[in-house]
């Protein structure tokens, strides 16, 4: 009969414990859930993009990796660009949350009753201005198992080796919540290896030249960012008739007059149920007041925003991630090119950690998540089936991966949005040939320059909307 040691009954023992653990808190946690938290634009969790996650937040499915099975091939590169996880929210939002409160304590009429006399007697605003945007315990978890699973998926680009001896670059945007992100990415790396006995020495670059590249971009900042014509159709959906419905239904449900709940404090509700939620794992009495319909127009009102700023609303928006397209490139190219024997070995991973705000651009730059019919404040009706929604795209902890690959016919490269396949436009493989891919965007690599595109389209001229 087969005899297992004490030691290592201990140890079975403690991961049969954990693994019932995390399914009990798992199947807990997915009860909780509110209806409308896929709904939550750049505020959505996650796991609501990769549900799976609900029962596992270490799983890995190998099967997202397609080289052609004819060809063999093995990952020789992986670039990961990726957004911060859960924060708390930021001061101008803390300040519209405790606006909100107060409105809600001393004005609202009706006859207080269940999660309304929650609102008004029992819960209690606990935002402050010192938290503005940083990382909470939510958000470090989720950049900790993001690179267990990497690690997992690529045993050999993010090795312990490979890592202690520097060859895996890291860089960051110098905002805090960023720079909290990749070193809890690092100490989920060092979870994945198991305990060394020494202590981890975590480091990595600023880099807000490739990161927060929209900042140095005139032609962005002047053309989009300050320009109050370039957002008109956000302002014209905000004070239009879906939002006007939702003010006035939410307006009546909490027995306040409809002129007092203005569209950015209804703003402010619809973000403290997913704040509850992504900081605390909370189903918030906020939460209540919102139906599906009404969560489809805010997250539409969302999308707008960042379609006319961040995205294919002009050009200019996506041309200012030019710095960081030509980086990824570099990268790859450095990484597929042959090498003679006595030259040094290609970094095999690149780890770069930004914002929503430094995605969007990117994935738009590449020609992804384009409509046909842009969306606009008049055809909120006819975009329910649209393929741009941030609350899908760019949740917290996204990431969009490129992993080349060295296989007989020669390098191929595969993309992966929130570690799901995505297909280069107009490119029919999984894993194209690299030399396709650069055939496809040669119009980029040979243009797209930072100079050019930001200080040629500055000096008075409107944003191009070219879409």
Avoid at 67 to 93: D, F, Q, W
Avoid at 375 to 381: D, E, R, V
Wanted: overall charge positive; hydrophobic content about 35%.
């Amino acid at each position: 009969m087969f005899r297992v040691s004490a030691p290592a009954q201990r140890r079975l023992l403690a991961g049969l414990s954990l693994v019932l653990a995390r399914l009990c808190c798992c199947s807990a946690a997915a009860a909780n859930i509110p209806n409308i938290a896929v709904y939550f634009g750049t505020k959505t969790r996650y796991e609501e993009v990769n549900r799976h996650l609900l029962r596992d937040v270490l799983a890995v499915n190998a099967s997202v990796l397609k080289p052609p099975p004819t060809e063999r091939c093995s990952p020789v590169h992986l670039t990961a660009v990726i957004r911060h996880g859960s924060r708390y929210p930021t001061v101008k939002n803390v300040r519209r949350i405790n606006r909100l409160s107060e409105l809600v304590r001393t004005e609202a009429s009706r006859a207080p009753g269940g999660w309304l006399l929650d609102l008004q007697s029992r819960w209690e605003t606990w935002y402050t201005e010192d938290m503005d945007g940083q990382l909470v315990t939510k958000g470090r978890e989720e950049l900790q198992q993001l690179a267990r699973r990497l690690a997992s998926l690529f045993p050999s680009l993010l090795s312990e080796e490979n890592v202690r001896k520097r060859r895996v670059s890291f860089a960051s945007s110098s905002k805090h919540r960023c720079v909290s992100s990749v070193e809890a990415f690092q100490e989920g790396l060092w979870q994945h290896w198991g305990p060394s006995g020494e202590t981890p020495a975590y480091s990595h670059r600023v880099e807000d030249e490739l990161m927060r590249f929209f900042e140095r971009c005139r032609g962005f900042v002047e053309g989009v960012e300050n320009n109050r014509t370039a957002l008109l159709e956000v302002e014209k959906f905000k004070h239009g008739e879906q939002m006007e419905a939702v003010r006035r239904r939410i307006a009546e449900m909490l027995g306040l007059p409809f002129h007092r709940l203005t569209p950015d404090l209804l703003e402010a509700a619809f973000f403290l149920c997913s704040y509850e939620l992504s900081i605390k794992s909370v189903h918030s009495p906020w939460c209540f007041l919102f139906s599906e319909t009404d969560a489809k127009v805010l997250e539409y009102k969302s999308d707008l925003k960042q379609y006319w700023k961040r995205s294919h609303g002009h050009a200019i928006s996506s041309l200012a991630a030019c710095p960081l397209f030509h980086h990824v490139f570099r990268t790859l190219d450095k990484a597929g090119r042959p090498r003679r024997s006595t030259e040094a070995a290609p970094e095999p991973a690149s780890i770069l950690v930004g914002h929503a705000e430094t995605l969007l651009p990117l994935l738009s730059l590449l020609g992804l998540y384009k409509d046909e019919t842009p969306p606009t404040a008049s055809n909120y009706q006819s975009q329910h089936g649209r393929t741009f929604r941030t609350s899908r795209i760019v949740p917290y902890a996204a990431n969009l991966l490129f992993v080349l690959y060295d296989c007989q016919r020669g390098p191929r490269l595969q993309m992966l949005l929130n570690e799901t396949p995505l297909r280069f436009p107009d490119l029919r493989e999984d894993a194209p040939l690299y030399r396709d891919v650069r055939a496809a965007y040669r119009h980029l690599l040979d243009g797209c320059d930072f100079h050019t595109e930001c200080e040629g389209r500055a000096g008075g001229r409107g944003p191009s909307t070219e879409l």
